[in-house]
Structure formats: structure tokens, C-alpha cells
């Protein structure tokens, strides 16, 4: 879908995002994005760190193993016949 965008479709959108949001505004909407990825990769960063501290013994394990699945839809067993 997306190999057939050329830098001419990149020129337009751009374009309807200046008309929307105005180029005073752009500066302030890209520092406000940047700083929401920082915030994002540091929470990334604490949640790999506080797994890799984690406890890994035998009944950690096997507690997430012996759990059931949930599923969307529930199990239905088959009519029993008279």
C-alpha cells in the first residue's frame, strides 16, 4: 500500500498538516511528539531492566504455564446424544 507514495503525496500531506495546524503551531507539536518518544523509550528502557531483575525461579515458571489461555470466545461442548 504504501510503495506507490511519492514524494509528491509527502508534499500534500504536509501541506493539509500546515493548513490544519497552522506553522506556528508545528514547532511546538514536534517538541511535544519528541519529548513524548524520550518519555516512551525511557518506560521501555525501566520495564527491560526491571524483567531482566526479576526473579526466574521453577514456580515462576511454571505459574505462567499451568495458567489457561484466555480466549475470545468461550468453549461449547458438543450436544450429548440420547
Known amino acids: 500500500m504504501l510503495q506507490n507514495l511519492t514524494g509528491w503525496h509527502a508534499l500534500i500531506v504536509l ?8 506553522a506556528a503551531k508545528l514547532p511546538a507539536l ?3 511528539l519528541g519529548q513524548s518518544v ?5 518506560e521501555v528502557g525501566d ?3 526491571d524483567a531482566a531483575e526479576a526473579p526466574t525461579d521453577e514456580t515462576s515458571v511454571h505459574a ?3 495458567r ?3 480466549s475470545a470466545t468461550p468453549v461449547l461442548s458438543p450436544p450429548s446424544t440420547p
Open 15 to 22: 501541506a493539509v498538516i500546515v493548513l490544519i495546524f497552522g
Open 30 to 32: 514536534a517538541r511535544s
Open 38 to 42: 524520550r518519555i516512551l523509550k525511557s
Open 47 to 49: 520495564s527491560r531492566a
Open 64 to 66: 505462567h504455564a499451568e
Open 68 to 70: 489457561p489461555a484466555a
